[in-house]
């Protein structure tokens, strides 16, 4: 069955940088594509951007970019999530969900999501 | 950017009866190439990852009860619950992925009356 594992929570402090990971089983990581998306205590899900696992081809939130870097590890399929210069706004759980329909591109739904990673920003 | 605007925020209703969550983009979500709705409806239990229902605004994912439903067209989108349970409670967000930046709804939560 399709699993997704995130890595545990992390503390940061402002100006900080985080990096999460997302290891992907049950299915043929290679022809897949993910999103990473956060959701902050009360808040929508807020969407930040997406990889296509196979090609290693991202695209990026414009609220995001300079400081968001998505990357896989095709061998260990696994997807990571880094953001840098971390602010208190950035405290949030983080999900990593696996594009429903193939790699194709970054419109498309969530079809598996991993269980969330709690970043807490705080000096 | 697409802006999801979900109605009502919360609405609470008895065991066994029709609750109706509705939600309206800003711009046509309605590829015409396809005609495919790029449209997605998400529950959420508190402390969990959503979990997909319903996507292309009207196709139910693989194990969800089919007392959920999706419908609409363009701009305007109803997910509907036609005879709620108790393990129906959670907030329910609509997402649009017609076009990057993806976009969710502010969320409506779903109780029991």
């Known amino acids: 069955q399709v699993q997704l594992v995130q890595s545990g929570a992390e503390v940061k402090k402002p100006g900080a940088s985080v990096k999460v990971s997302c290891k992907a089983s049950?299915?043929?990581?290679?022809?897949?594509?993910m999103h990473w998306v956060r959701q902050a205590p009360g808040q929508r899900p807020e969407w930040m951007g997406w990889i296509n696992a196979g090609s290693g081809n991202t695209k990026y939130s414009q609220k995001f970019q300079g400081r968001l870097t998505i990357a896989r590890d095709t061998s260990a399929s696994t997807v990571y999530m880094e953001l840098s210069s971390l602010m208190s706004e950035d405290t949030a759980t983080y999900f990593c969900g696996r594009s429903g329909g193939g790699p194709w591109g970054p419109s498309d739904y969530s079809d598996y999501w991993g269980q969330g990673t709690r970043v807490t920003v705080s000096s | 950017d697409i802006v999801m605007t979900q109605s009502p925020d919360s609405l609470a209703v008895s065991l066994g009866e029709r609750a109706t969550v509705n939600c309206k983009s800003s711009q046509s979500l309605l590829y015409l190439s396809n005609n495919k709705n790029y449209l997605g409806w998400y529950q959420q239990k508190p402390g969990q990852p959503p979990k997909l229902l319903i996507y292309w605004a009207s196709t139910r994912e693989s194990g969800v009860p089919d007392r959920f439903s999706g419908s609409g067209s363009g701009t305007d989108f109803t997910l509907t619950i036609s005879s709620l349970q108790a393990e129906d409670v959670a907030v329910y967000y609509c997402q649009q992925y017609y076009d990057t930046p993806l976009t969710f709804g502010q969320g409506t939560k779903v109780e029991i009356k």
């Open positions: 049950g299915y043929t990581f290679s022809t897949s594509a």
